[in-house]
Each structure stands twice: as structure tokens, then as C-alpha cells.
């Protein structure tokens, strides 16, 4: 599976974004998929993931999938500053581990 995330970017803090992680060469609504972020000096850590039938856990934001476009969302709201940090998407396949990774998209909310 390929994993391209996208739609990071500047926002000021209290504002939203959302991220796409569009998927290729394997069927896509087979894969549990989430979201992770590492901030600079931290390490990753998880934030949210969806599971192939749309069963979905995480915290402050919201994923979601489409599984007709092939895509995983993240809305991001209230974002704050310390929200800032690479976001990554990933798929797995069996529910133990993260077998794919996509390249990250930056998300940039300062003070």
C-alpha cells in the first residue's frame, strides 16, 4: 500500500484543518488506517485511527474514511500550538501493527 498525506499547512490556533491520506495498490477498505504526529524533539505518538469497518478511536479530532475514494481523513479543530507537528498516516493489516507508512504532512499552529 502507498500512502500519500496531504493538506497540512499554517493555521492560526483556534482554526481547522483537515488532512487527507490517499491510499494505492492494495484494497484499501481492508486496512484498519490511522493518524500519528511527532512534534520536533518528540517522539511519534498516536492520534486517532479508523478500522476497516468504520470503528474509530482517537481523542481531540475526528477520522474518517472514504472507502470509494480510497481516503482517510483527520479534522483537526481548536487547533493549538502544541498541535504542531508532522502528521503521518499508516495502514495495517491484522490489527498489531502498522505495516505502511506515508511521508507526513506539516501542520503548523503557533502561539
Known amino acids: 500500500v502507498q500512502l500519500q498525506a496531504s493538506g497540512g499547512g499554517l493555521v492560526q490556533a483556534g482554526g481547522s484543518l483537515r488532512l487527507s491520506c490517499a491510499a494505492s495498490?492494495?484494497?484499501?477498505?481492508?486496512?484498519?488506517m490511522g493518524w500519528f504526529r511527532q512534534a520536533p524533539g518528540k517522539e511519534r505518538e498516536f492520534v486517532a485511527a479508523?478500522?476497516w469497518n468504520g470503528s474509530s478511536t482517537g481523542g481531540r479530532f475526528t477520522i474518517s474514511r472514504d472507502n470509494a475514494k480510497n481516503t482517510v481523513y483527520l479534522q483537526m479543530n481548536s487547533l493549538k500550538p502544541e498541535d504542531t507537528a508532522v502528521y503521518s498516516c499508516?495502514?495495517?493489516?491484522?490489527?498489531?501493527?502498522?505495516?505502511?507508512w506515508g511521508q507526513g504532512t506539516l501542520v503548523t499552529s503557533p502561539a
Open positions: 499508516a495502514a495495517s493489516s491484522d490489527a498489531k501493527k502498522w505495516d505502511y
Open positions: 479508523i478500522s
Open positions: 495498490g492494495r484494497t484499501f477498505s481492508n486496512y484498519d
